[in-house]
């Protein structure tokens, strides 16, 4: 069974730090994008950075400089480190496996099959 | 950032049709970016439910279809049940290749 397990949330000061974990399982973790997502209490889901399988990273502007995504295959594990956090930063954090389709590839670049294994979440609380 | 722009909600009667839209621009879906739809049933992590626009992942019942036009797209529940009640989003990406998603709609059976 395909399986992410996230760990590391809790409750953190705002200007600290943390270090969110993905377990990874059931599949070859190395040969996928992955992600992490969030999404706050009430609100919608908010994409806040992808890693790719060459270590090639992305962000949205909004968390740019602040968060760090970093995988490590042989752990078959991801990670995402979140520096000077705000009250905005608080949400549950999922991540999340991005599908390639491989039978679909033209000139080297695989169309997307979308978001398809998630995690459970792990929840981070931002406050004094 | 792109923006995707949905409904915050819609409703309908069980064994009715509802449909909801995603509205983009010329940066995300206008550029010819594929669409992908996720149902997040209460207290629950998303799960996907149509990638690339119109197809949908083994296990999806085929009430559930999608379609894409110009700068939109469109989520259609047909023969509606109590447990599709969820919210739903659409994801796509924009021109640097970040990922986006809608602001999402909660669907009421009533």
């Known amino acids: 069974e395909m399986q992410l397990v996230e760990s590391g949330g809790g409750l953190v000061q705002p200007g600290g730090s943390l270090r969110l974990s993905c377990a990874a399982s059931g599949f070859t973790f190395r040969s996928y994008d992955m992600h992490w997502v969030r999404q706050a209490t009430g609100k919608g889901l908010e994409w806040v950075s992808a890693?790719?399988?060459?270590?090639?990273?992305i962000y949205p502007d909004s968390v740019k400089g602040r968060f760090t995504i970093s995988r490590e295959n042989a752990k078959n594990s991801l990670y995402l480190q979140i520096n000077s956090l705000r009250a905005g930063d608080t949400a549950v954090y999922y991540c999340?496996?991005?599908?390639?389709?491989?039978?679909?590839?033209?000139?080297?670049?695989?169309?997307?099959?979308?978001?398809?294994?998630w995690g459970q979440g792990t929840t981070v609380t931002v406050s004094s | 950032q792109s923006v995707l722009t949905q409904p915050p909600s819609v409703s309908g009667a069980p064994g009715q049709r509802v449909t909801i839209s995603c509205i983009g621009d010329s940066s995300n879906i206008g550029a010819g970016y594929d669409v992908h739809w996720y149902q997040q049933l209460p207290g629950t992590a998303p799960k996907l439910l149509i990638y690339?626009?119109?197809n949908r992942p083994s296990g999806v019942p085929d009430r559930f279809s999608g379609s894409k036009s110009d700068t939109s797209a469109s989520l259609a529940i047909t023969g509606l049940q109590a447990e599709d009640e969820a919210d739903y989003y659409c994801q796509s990406y924009d021109s640097s290749l970040s990922r986006v998603f809608g602001t999402g709609t909660k669907v009421t059976v009533l």
């Open positions: 999340v496996r991005e599908r390639q389709m491989l039978e679909s590839c033209i000139g080297g670049v695989c169309p997307s099959g979308g978001m398809d294994v």
């Open positions: 690339r626009n119109n």
């Open positions: 890693i790719g399988t060459a270590g090639d990273t």
